[in-house]
């Protein structure tokens, strides 16, 4: 990585990143800077139960979240988990904290410490019902497991002898069963998540940066859920909001890191660039 020329930040690589790291150095407390939960401040993990937020990522998100508009964490799990696997509640200096579970589905902020939800999806009961039979009966129990997720299901394909190969056969088979109970599958690493329609990252982004009226944005991740977040901060970099696409070590993920401004190793060092933001921030 590249240095900053007056501090330790690491210098994105294209010019529209360049500045939208400028604008949030200008204007801290008009900018967001909004997060993926697993593979950005937690690492990846076979069991996602067992997922925690890297031990750096709270302490730097403490230092930070009172210097900028607010820190948005944007993630597939429920609010309430992610709050929980990140050590949020009652952390100090987490005020300007919100959680959108569910892909903005769901919210939790700091202050109130209440998660507001909308009820569930038909369509989730009813694939939670046929989910372990369906697996069953095309052969692709072997390996895979089911994680529930409350308002979504998601197959887990890490676990069997060849995770690619596994993710691929189940892929279409998978999108079948969605589309009959009026749901989506969203496809990651080595995972398959069946959720309803309606919301992803760019759209719980998009409206979250005009509530909260953002003069620049920051946004991290590391897999294909959170293209939809990069086009949201491309489609408003083209309306004149400087923003920041950061890559957290995205290897199995080209799709991401190939339209990333700047890309970190991973966890650690997501950690340690929100921590040195935080230092460099009046």
């Known amino acids: 990585m590249g240095s900053h020329p007056h501090n330790d930040l690491p210098t994105p690589v294209t010019a529209a990143g360049r500045e939208g790291l400028a604008a949030l150095l200008r204007e801290p407390r008009r900018s967001v800077v909004a997060l993926d939960f697993d593979g950005t401040l937690a690492e990846i993990v076979p069991d996602p139960d067992l997922a925690r937020a890297h031990p750096g990522a709270l302490p730097a998100l403490s230092a930070l979240a009172p210097k900028v508009a607010s820190v948005a964490v944007i993630t597939g799990r429920p609010?309430?988990?992610?709050?929980?696997?990140?050590?949020?509640?009652?952390?100090?200096?987490?005020?300007?904290?919100?959680?959108?579970?569910?892909?903005?589905?769901?919210?939790?902020?700091?202050?109130?410490?209440i998660v507001h939800a909308p009820a569930e999806h038909p369509g989730v009961a009813a694939v939670r019902a046929e989910l372990p039979g369906f697996l069953d009966s095309i052969g692709a129990w072997r390996g895979t497991w089911i994680e529930e997720k409350g308002r979504a299901l998601a197959v887990h394909t890490r676990r069997t002898e060849d995770?690619?190969?596994?993710?691929?056969?189940?892929?279409?088979?998978?999108?079948?069963?969605?589309?009959?109970?009026?749901?989506?599958?969203?496809?990651?690493?080595?995972?398959?998540?069946?959720?309803?329609?309606?919301?992803?990252?760019?759209?719980?982004?998009?409206?979250?940066?005009?509530?909260?009226?953002?003069e620049a944005v920051v946004y991290a991740g590391d897999d294909?859920?959170?293209?939809?977040?990069?086009?949201?901060?491309?489609?408003?970099?083209?309306?004149?909001?400087?923003?920041?696409?950061?890559?957290?070590?995205?290897?199995?993920?080209?799709?991401?890191?190939?339209?990333?401004?700047?890309?970190?190793?991973?966890?650690?060092?997501?950690?340690?660039?929100?921590?040195?933001?935080?230092?460099?921030?009046?």
């Open 79 to 113: 609010a309430s988990v992610a709050v929980r696997y990140g050590g949020f509640a009652g952390a100090p200096g987490l005020d300007h904290l919100v959680v959108l579970g569910h892909y903005g589905a769901e919210r939790w902020d700091a202050v109130s410490g």
């Open 163 to 214: 995770p690619g190969a596994a993710f691929a056969a189940l892929r279409e088979p998978l999108a079948d069963l969605a589309q009959q109970h009026g749901l989506i599958v969203e496809p990651g690493r080595a995972v398959l998540e069946l959720r309803p329609p309606g919301m992803d990252k760019g759209v719980a982004l998009t409206e979250y940066l005009a509530e909260v009226d953002a």
């Open 224 to 282: 294909l859920g959170d293209l939809a977040a990069y086009a949201a901060v491309e489609k408003r970099r083209a309306e004149g909001l400087p923003g920041l696409l950061v890559c957290s070590g995205s290897a199995e993920v080209p799709e991401l890191s190939a339209r990333a401004d700047l890309t970190l190793s991973g966890p650690a060092e997501v950690a340690t660039f929100l921590a040195t933001l935080a230092t460099t921030l009046p």
